[in-house]
């Protein structure tokens, strides 16, 4: 079964930096987009940023210029470089795959995928 390893979420005072990891092992079917979302408390979960097929990228208005996202095809990696943070970056933050959907050949292709999540806390 796929599974989705998380890593380097913390406390961080403002204006600090964190670097989150994740790792995806365990898939047959071939990877479109890897990407972070997040979701504060009492809030909805929401994109942060996303890098597809060809290292194409999309992010956040409110984490441009900020945060970087790149991803190792070879290892099946995505990180998420966080810099200049700000108390309201404090959220659970969650990996998502997204597979080429290959109906027919890899069933498990259908749906989405998604890590357990960490806590980044920005705060003094």
């Known amino acids: 079964q796929v599974q989705l390893v998380e890593s380097g979420g913390g406390l961080v005072q403002p204006g600090g930096s964190l670097r989150l990891s994740c790792a995806a092992s365990g898939s047959s079917f071939s990877i479109y987009a890897m990407g972070w979302y997040r979701q504060a408390s009492g809030k909805q979960r929401d994109l942060v940023a996303v890098i597809k097929s060809g290292d194409r990228t999309n992010y956040a208005d409110s984490v441009k210029g900020r945060f970087t996202i790149s991803r190792d095809n070879a290892k099946n990696t995505v990180s998420l470089q966080m810099n200049s943070l700000k108390p309201e970056d404090t959220a659970v933050y969650y990996c998502?795959?997204?597979?080429?959907?290959?109906?027919?050949?890899?069933?498990?292709?259908?749906?989405?995928?998604w890590g357990q999540g960490t806590q980044v806390t920005v705060s003094s």
């Open positions: 998502n795959v997204r597979p080429y959907r290959q109906r027919l050949e890899h069933p498990d292709s259908l749906r989405d995928y």
